[in-house]
């Protein structure tokens, strides 16, 4: 059998993680969740072993279970505690995003992670699109040339009963809201894409129109990175009547690139000054039709941790990349709050920070 393999946390993102386990030939010893219905339904839905044992404490499933590699896939600010215990009992992580709602605990999950040698990837699983794939080849390539800007556009829709499935949704203290929820993935793949170190941040975020959530429904950025070049971002949940789009775009002097589609999961325009490859061809061989926004990138995602727990290398997508979409989210709460500027790299921040935001 494969590395023994656990999942805390068996709410809407779960069946992602659980295939994906699956596919990679994963021995899954056990489930834990506060509510026993949600472990009883994945149990039934995956056909999963008789064997697999049901905590609803995960301090207990460490005691009893010791996995080599764990999914945390609860609410988001369970993250950080979890994450801490689960290293401190000697298990890899792979943790949903975002990585922690405050910079402090991502630092002592990295921290903690690498004084005892424990593999943490951040579920940023879009990195591994075939698009976005053949992007960030583009990038090392330096095909660009020199970065001029790029920008992020999560068009979604999201309405009062996605957020009373799960009271924790758009809350300060759990979530966040459209920026850290919906569209990180996007924003993780803007920094990635444009390099990475970021001086400044110019945020605006409001709440237009769902008044029963804490946070933000709209939020747009301006940010300015160390190379030179520009991100925008804009995401919303208030697209009428449907999801809309994600897009990615990245603009060179010497090349322009739109992925879109659910997940930028198709490349729309691909453009290079030096002709190395037929735009058509691209754009065919280059995308797929997930089902849903979540794509098809947990399934290699996985894969490369495994790989690295047995080859004692660091994962492709690594803590301190969820570190750095969190800073950049958390970034723009802060310019929003503040009606100015933020300078970059941020120490210490939380979505706590930010508690009764619009109510004031």
């Given at each position: 059998m494969g590395l023994k393999y656990a999942v805390i946390g068996c709410g809407r993102i779960s069946p992602n993680h659980i295939v994906a386990a699956m596919k990679n030939e994963l021995e899954i010893v056990a489930l834990c969740d506060v509510i026993p219905e949600n472990m009883e339904d994945k149990i039934n839905k995956f056909n999963l072993p008789k064997t697999t044992r049901l905590y609803t404490d995960y301090k207990e499933l460490l005691e009893k279970e010791?996995?080599?590699?764990?999914?945390?896939?609860?609410?988001?600010?369970?993250?950080?505690?979890?994450?801490?215990?689960?290293?401190?009992?000697?298990?890899?992580?792979?943790?949903?995003?975002?990585?922690?709602?405050?910079?402090?605990?991502?630092?002592?999950?990295?921290?903690?992670?690498?004084?005892?040698?424990?593999?943490?990837?951040?579920?940023?699983?879009?990195?591994?699109?075939?698009?976005?794939?053949?992007?960030?080849?583009?990038?090392?390539?330096?095909?660009?040339?020199?970065?001029?800007?790029?920008?992020?556009?999560?068009?979604?829709?999201r309405g009062e009963d996605y957020y009373k499935q799960a009271p924790w949704r758009?809350?300060?203290?759990?979530?966040?809201?459209?920026?850290?929820?919906?569209?990180?993935?996007?924003?993780?793949?803007?920094?990635?894409?444009?390099?990475?170190?970021?001086?400044?941040?110019?945020g605006m975020t409001d709440n237009m129109k769902h008044n029963f959530i804490e946070a933000e429904d709209l939020g747009m950025a301006l940010i300015k990175f160390a190379n030179g070049s520009y991100g925008i971002v804009e995401g919303t949940t208030n697209i009428y009547p449907q999801n809309l789009e994600e897009t990615l775009y990245i603009f060179g002097d010497r090349g322009t690139v739109k992925a879109g589609g659910k997940s930028v999961n198709i490349i729309e325009e691909w453009h290079f000054a030096d002709g190395k490859d037929?735009?058509?061809?691209?754009?065919?061989?280059?995308?797929?039709?997930?089902?849903?926004?979540?794509?098809?990138?947990?399934?290699?995602?996985?894969?490369?941790?495994?790989?690295?727990?047995?080859?004692?290398?660091?994962?492709?997508v690594t803590a301190e990349d969820g570190r750095r979409a969190l800073e950049l989210v958390l970034a723009i709460y802060k310019s929003a709050e503040e009606g100015k500027s933020v300078k970059l790299p941020l120490e210490k921040c939380s979505t706590l920070d930010f508690k009764g935001r619009f109510n004031r």
């Open positions: 010791h996995p080599d590699l764990i999914a945390i896939c609860t609410e988001s600010g369970k993250h950080g505690q979890i994450a801490l215990d689960c290293i401190d009992a000697g298990s890899h992580l792979i943790i949903e995003k975002p990585i922690a709602l405050s910079l402090e605990e991502a630092d002592q999950i990295i921290n903690k992670a690498k004084v005892k040698n424990i593999k943490v990837s951040a579920c940023h699983q879009n990195r591994f699109n075939k698009s976005i794939q053949k992007i960030r080849e583009a990038v090392e390539e330096e095909r660009f040339g020199r970065m001029l800007h790029g920008t992020a556009h999560i068009r979604w829709n758009g809350t300060w203290e759990q979530d966040g809201g459209a920026l850290m929820n919906q569209c990180i993935h996007n924003i993780d793949l803007l920094r990635w894409m444009m390099g990475d170190d970021i001086v400044e941040v110019v037929n735009p058509e061809e691209v754009k065919e061989k280059y995308q797929e039709n997930p089902p849903n926004v979540y794509g098809f990138g947990h399934n290699p995602l996985y894969a490369d941790v495994i790989d690295a727990i047995k080859n004692d290398r660091e994962p492709y």
